[in-house]
C-alpha cells in the first residue's frame, strides 16, 4: 500500500529515525499506526465502570446538589486561609 504523507509529516518521521528512536521510516510509520489503534479501540474503556458506580449511587439516592459541594468548597477554602 502506498501512503502520502505531508512534508511535515515526513520530516517528523525522518527526524524520529535519525535521532535514534526508531530504525527506519517503516518502524515509525508501523508503531503510530499501532499506537492510534490501540488508543481509539479503548479510547474510553477506562471510565465505563466509574460512569456504572455514579449512575448506581444516583439511583440509590447517594447524591449532593451542587449548590452543598460548592458551599462545602468555599468552606474549605476559607478554612485554609
Wanted: proline residues 1%.
Amino acid at each position: 500500500m502506498a501512503v502520502q504523507l505531508s512534508q511535515e509529516q515526513q520530516r517528523w518521521l525522518e527526524a524520529q529515525v535519525t535521532e535514534g528512536h526508531f530504525a527506519s521510516l517503516e518502524e515509525a510509520v508501523a508503531v503510530a499506526v499501532s499506537d492510534l489503534m490501540a488508543a481509539s479501540e479503548d479510547d474510553l474503556d477506562w471510565a465505563k465502570p466509574l460512569v456504572e458506580a455514579g449512575l448506581a449511587e444516583l439511583e440509590r439516592g447517594e447524591v449532593i446538589a451542587g449548590e452543598d459541594v460548592l458551599a462545602n468548597l468555599k468552606t474549605l477554602v476559607d478554612r485554609s486561609r
